[in-house]
């Protein structure tokens, strides 16, 4: 504002200056500290956001997205051809047992049907690595699931390529000898003879520890030759495959030897957390879920009451993160999996 004088009278007269007052530095001062706490706020914002989203539970269907399932025709899968009660390939070329019925159980979870499955044969050393071999033993298939009684242990956790998921059955070590042989209580009652264990299996440590002589041979069905001609005095290996091969053959005889160590089968399921969590998840289901009425045949026998029968089966801690799934999993994508399940019972979708 300036002051001048009137040419007339003399009298001062105010008049408007058109310069506006240069803002002080307080003035800056708040306009900075207004921009600077605005940034923290959207930074705030941006890490919250950022943090649930990364952090929350996804849904099954974008477990599926994740895992590769989607739009995936078959669903490869590694057993054993040979093990009765556990999994045999019949002469008809069907497949049954216990890791047959895991096997179903996980892949309708999955979204596959049982004509959806392609079997594939796998030798005890090549589960890690989850190569099979086509039906003429000719080509290796890479599959996406490994159910092949598997033992998991800490060193094969660590190795390259597995991830196992929660254990599925237990069972133990025991022996298996022609039917007029002396008692075998423990496996040092068989210190110094011939045993025949499968190549690569836990069974296999135990037996060499006792002083036995281990051969390790790829096939139960080999060692079952092997004991027979006389070539070895045992076979030692997981109770439950040995109960399959006593029940198939009455003229065998099976000894319990008591020993401490449980083995729990698990799947391999590769390097892949979204169908680790998956296989879980349906494990977790058929296990705890009353609305889920699906189990293995009890008439396999003691595979079955390994898994079932004595309340163990699915290790409630090694799936208690992933629970949350089953509260957050689509509600329309559970009433397509109830009916899908009686859709198949009905059309007998189970051959």
């Known amino acids: 504002m300036s002051v001048q004088k009137d040419s007339g009278k003399g009298s001062p007269v105010a008049a408007e200056d058109d310069e506006k007052p240069t803002p002080g530095w307080g003035q800056w001062w708040m306009r900075f500290r207004f921009v600077i706490l605005a940034g923290l706020v959207v930074f705030a914002v941006v890490v919250t956001v950022s943090f649930v989203f990364l952090t929350r539970t996804p849904s099954v269907d974008e477990l599926r997205e994740q895992a590769g399932l989607n739009g995936k025709q078959t669903l490869k899968i590694g057993v054993k051809f040979d093990q009765p009660g556990v999994a045999e390939r019949q002469s008809d070329g069907t497949f049954s047992g216990f890791d047959i019925e895991i096997a179903y159980l996980v892949a309708e979870d999955l979204g596959f049907r049982r004509n959806e499955i392609e079997f594939y ?39 390259p390529g597995v991830s196992f998921s929660a254990p599925y059955l237990y069972t133990e070590q025991s022996v298996l000898t022609l039917s007029d042989h002396a008692p075998v209580a423990t496996l040092e009652d068989l210190r110094g003879k011939n045993v025949c264990s499968l190549a690569t299996a836990t069974s296999a440590t135990a037996a060499a520890q006792a002083g036995n002589v281990v051969r390790s041979e790829l096939t139960i069905t080999r060692c079952v030759e092997l004991l027979r001609d006389g070539t070895v005095e045992a076979i030692s290996t997981d109770a439950t495959i040995l109960g399959g091969i006593k029940a198939k053959y009455p003229d065998l005889r099976h000894w319990d030897i008591g020993l401490t160590t449980t083995e729990a089968y698990g799947i391999n399921v590769g390097e892949n957390d979204a169908l680790l969590a998956l296989v879980d998840l349906s494990l977790w289901h058929s296990r705890e879920d009353p609305d889920d009425d699906r189990r293995p045949d009890p008439a396999l026998g003691r595979a079955a009451r390994h898994a079932l029968g004595r309340g163990r089966g699915v290790d409630r801690g090694a799936v208690r993160r992933r629970r949350a799934l089953h509260a957050r999993a689509d509600t329309a994508g559970h009433r397509d999996r109830g009916v899908r399940r009686r859709g198949d019972h009905a059309r007998g979708d189970h051959s």
Do not use: W, Y
């Open 121 to 159: 044969q796998i030798q005890s050393e090549d589960r890690e690595r989850m190569q099979a071999e086509t039906p003429d033993g000719a080509n290796v298939v890479i599959v996406d699931l490994v159910i092949a009684s598997f033992s998991i242990t800490d060193d094969r956790k660590e190795a």
